[in-house]
């Protein structure tokens, strides 16, 4: 479990690290949708939905709504998630992001229809004047249960990309 801790703490630190300007992320091959406020959406990725909304905050925006795992598209085994990570991201026309959102999920059982509540800050350094779009990633490890998470799980990962 220790080795899981530090493989996590060091993909951490290396979005981090892209996060701040060192590598630049594009999301050009990620399902996108363009940007509209306070308006309930949904968008469909090859393992995950996610149900969302943009909302206004003080200084920047809000991206949240819930996340779910398509049981139908996850091998039928799969009733554990071992790890998740989701990410939002805006970006321009180009798909080069602007600004993104990162959490962390604790494991949990996997449930048919329960989602997953999520909540990002999204606070560019500046705007373009053409459109903007949203776009979701995410890393999953499924396992068959909690307690038989030995074998190898189902990992299914689709994230911006270093350009």
């Known amino acids: 479990m220790n ?18 300007g060192c590598l630049h992320l594009g999301v050009s091959h990620l399902e996108r949708q363009s940007w509209k406020l306070e308006t309930p959406r949904t968008m469909q990725m090859e393992f995950m939905k996610f149900d969302y909304e943009i909302v206004p905050r003080k200084d920047s925006f809000g991206l949240r709504g819930e996340a779910f795992v398509k049981k139908n598209s996850v091998p039928m085994w799969a009733g554990w998630i071992g790890e998740l990570w989701i990410q939002g991201y805006l970006s321009d026309m180009n798909g080069d992001v602007l600004a993104q959102g990162l959490q962390v999920f604790s494991p949990e059982k996997l449930e048919e229809g329960k989602g997953i509540p999520f909540d990002f800050e999204l606070k560019p350094d500046q705007f373009d004047s053409g459109p903007l779009y949203i776009s979701f990633g995410y890393r999953m490890a499924l396992y068959k249960s909690r307690e038989d998470n030995n074998g190898p799980p189902f990992m299914a990962i689709e994230r911006a990309v270093s350009q």
């Open 3 to 20: 080795v899981m801790k530090s493989f996590n703490y060091v993909c951490l630190l290396l979005m981090l690290f892209a996060a701040s």
